[in-house]
């Protein structure tokens, strides 16, 4: 059983969605919290999120066969991956893992796991939401799985084998039925899927800053801080050094992304989360209309309309955390949409680069430690870390009040590792 310390404050690393989602569960039930993070809220890998909140996300990255498509996509220069040559040998053993948990049994075990975590992502989003006086920057209209052309769609049986065992509702829809629901995209898609319930929020950041907001209210401290070190007496976890000095705690959550790496690692954990840099293209003043969040399957790109701008955004570069980022492939977003949509105009556009926190099987790091009583790890949410971040908030919360979670934590958990 997890034993905070309940005279000292609950301690959170990293202030990205997922930490953010767990703060704001904790101080509505009247903990008391300290957010740390060596940048402000949400401006890290939260920054550019795509937006997606989902029930159906029980898909792992990795599927069976999927590294015979690795050499064609490679050379193509707007394709899904890329690949530093610099960095490739630091990659090799993740990608080795990641092959690995690629097999048929080790995808169904792992896709079940993500399922019975996001399969409350939306009631779990609009209850905080709601709390935090950020339930306007949802939209649930569901969501729209397309295909520029059949052949791919047919391909991905497996995908959809999954959807349906786990109990997820979808609709197949012809070319003509998706014009009709985004006529933007007359031409473009061959099939597609209608999933009900789905939908997105419409700025990820500015969420990031209303649970703040909230959280603060409630008595929250935010203290913008790098920390160094995890400081531990035995099995307990003391406190935090940071370059504003230790941080007491009564129990660490650590929801660092790919830095938690490295903070852990001290404690004896070696964990392989990897950085999946991925881009977007922010396009303003566009004209397009667009009323659900399009995820088109065979390009490997989620099409979000955001308050700010239609958000374009897929892609996988592992380069490490301290490469320059190629913002030619947040370019080459742009050609993938005008190929979609021949008559695409906008005014400005942004990019974007950031690094996603990737486990080889796709899943996250959620729950205790068998080494440290009053220790909890929440990261490598990966491609979802919207929308496993509100569901992990309910997880940590129930943890730390020492009620049972709705789920069985086992696959989440760190020692899966050893």
Same mark, same amino acid.
């Given at each position: 059983?997890?034993?905070?310390?309940?005279?000292?404050?609950?301690?959170?690393?990293?202030?990205?969605?997922?930490?953010?989602?767990?703060?704001?569960?904790? #101080?509505?039930?009247?903990?008391?919290?300290?957010?740390?993070?060596?940048?402000?809220?949400?401006?890290?890998?939260?920054?550019?999120?795509?937006?997606?909140?989902?029930?159906?996300?029980?898909?792992?990255?990795?599927?069976?066969?999927?590294?015979?498509?690795?050499?064609?996509?490679?050379? !193509?220069?707007?394709?899904?991956?890329?690949?530093?040559?610099t960095y490739f040998p630091q990659a090799i053993p993740w990608l080795l893992r990641f092959v690995k948990a690629s097999r048929l049994d080790a995808y169904w075990r792992n896709a079940m796991a993500l399922n019975d975590l996001n399969s409350d992502c939306v009631d779990s989003h609009l209850d905080l939401a709601e709390w935090a006086g950020a339930r306007h920057l949802y939209r649930i209209p569901g969501q729209l799985y397309v295909w520029t052309k059949r052949s791919y769609f047919e391909k991905s049986v497996l995908s /959809?084998?999954?959807?349906?065992?786990?109990?997820?509702? $979808?609709?197949?829809?012809?070319?003509?039925?998706?014009?009709?629901?985004?006529?933007?995209?007359?031409? #473009?898609?061959?099939?597609?899927?209608?999933?009900?319930?789905?939908?997105?929020?419409?700025?990820?950041?500015?969420?990031?800053?209303?649970?703040?907001?909230?959280?603060?209210?409630?008595?929250?401290? $935010?203290?913008?801080?790098?920390?160094?070190?995890?400081?531990?007496?035995?099995?307990?976890?003391?406190?935090?050094?940071?370059? /504003?000095?230790?941080?007491?705690?009564? #129990?660490?959550?650590?929801?660092?992304?790919?830095?938690?790496?490295?903070?852990?690692?001290?404690?004896?954990?070696?964990?392989?989360?990897?950085?999946?840099?991925?881009?977007?293209?922010?396009?303003?003043?566009?004209?397009?209309?667009?009323?659900?969040?399009?995820?088109?399957?065979?390009?490997?790109?989620?099409?979000?309309?955001?308050?700010?701008?239609?958000?374009?955004?897929?892609?996988?570069? $592992?380069?490490?955390?301290?490469?320059?980022?190629?913002?030619?492939?947040?370019?080459?977003?742009?050609?993938?949409?005008?190929?979609?949509?021949? !008559?695409?105009?906008?005014?400005?556009?942004?990019?974007?680069?950031?690094?996603?926190?990737?486990?080889? !099987?796709?899943?996250?790091?959620?729950? /205790?430690?068998?080494?440290?009583?009053?220790?909890?790890?929440?990261?490598?949410?990966?491609?979802?870390?919207?929308?496993?971040?509100?569901?992990?908030?309910?997880?940590?919360?129930?943890?730390?009040?020492?009620?049972?979670?709705?789920?069985?934590?086992?696959?989440?958990?760190?020692?899966?590792?050893?």
């Amino acid at each position: 059983m997890l034993e905070p310390d309940k005279q000292k404050p609950v301690v959170i690393l990293g202030a990205g969605i997922v930490g953010l989602f767990a703060a704001a569960s904790l #101080a509505r039930e009247g903990y008391s919290v300290v957010l740390i993070d060596r940048r402000g809220a949400g401006e890290e890998t939260s920054y550019g999120n795509l937006g997606g909140v989902q029930n159906m996300a029980a898909a792992p990255i990795g599927m069976p066969g999927m590294y015979k498509e690795v050499p064609k996509w490679l050379l !193509d220069r707007s394709g899904p991956l890329s690949i530093r040559s610099t960095y490739f040998p630091q990659a090799i053993p993740w990608l080795l893992r990641f092959v690995k948990a690629s097999r048929l049994d080790a995808y169904w075990r792992n896709a079940m796991a993500l399922n019975d975590l996001n399969s409350d992502c939306v009631d779990s989003h609009l209850d905080l939401a709601e709390w935090a006086g950020a339930r306007h920057l949802y939209r649930i209209p569901g969501q729209l799985y397309v295909w520029t052309k059949r052949s791919y769609f047919e391909k991905s049986v497996l995908s /959809r084998q999954v959807w349906q065992r786990t109990g997820h509702e $979808f609709q197949e829809l012809s070319a003509a039925e998706i014009v009709e629901i985004e006529p933007a995209y007359k031409g #473009a898609f061959q099939v597609g899927l209608r999933i009900p319930g789905n939908g997105y929020c419409v700025d990820p950041y500015q969420l990031c800053q209303h649970l703040l907001e909230r959280c603060r209210a409630a008595g929250t401290v $935010f203290m913008q801080a790098q920390a160094s070190e995890i400081l531990a007496d035995g099995g307990r976890i003391t406190g935090v050094r940071t370059d /504003r000095g230790v941080v007491e705690t009564g #129990a660490l959550i650590v929801s660092a992304g790919v830095w938690s790496k490295a903070l852990l690692e001290p404690l004896g954990y070696k964990v392989p989360v990897e950085s999946q840099r991925g881009y977007h293209v922010t396009l303003k003043n566009h004209n397009i209309e667009q009323t659900n969040m399009l995820l088109v399957m065979d390009r490997k790109i989620a099409i979000t309309p955001m308050s700010m701008g239609l958000r374009v955004g897929g892609t996988v570069e $592992f380069a490490g955390l301290h490469s320059k980022p190629d913002y030619e492939r947040a370019n080459r977003l742009t050609g993938i949409m005008r190929e979609l949509v021949p !008559d695409l105009s906008y005014e400005d556009s942004t990019e974007w680069a950031g690094h996603r926190p990737c486990m080889p !099987d796709s899943v996250p790091v959620i729950g /205790r430690t068998g080494k440290y009583a009053n220790l909890l790890l929440a990261f490598g949410h990966g491609h979802m870390g919207l929308i496993g971040s509100a569901p992990t908030a309910r997880i940590l919360t129930n943890l730390i009040k020492g009620t049972t979670p709705r789920l069985d934590l086992n696959p989440f958990s760190v020692e899966r590792f050893s």
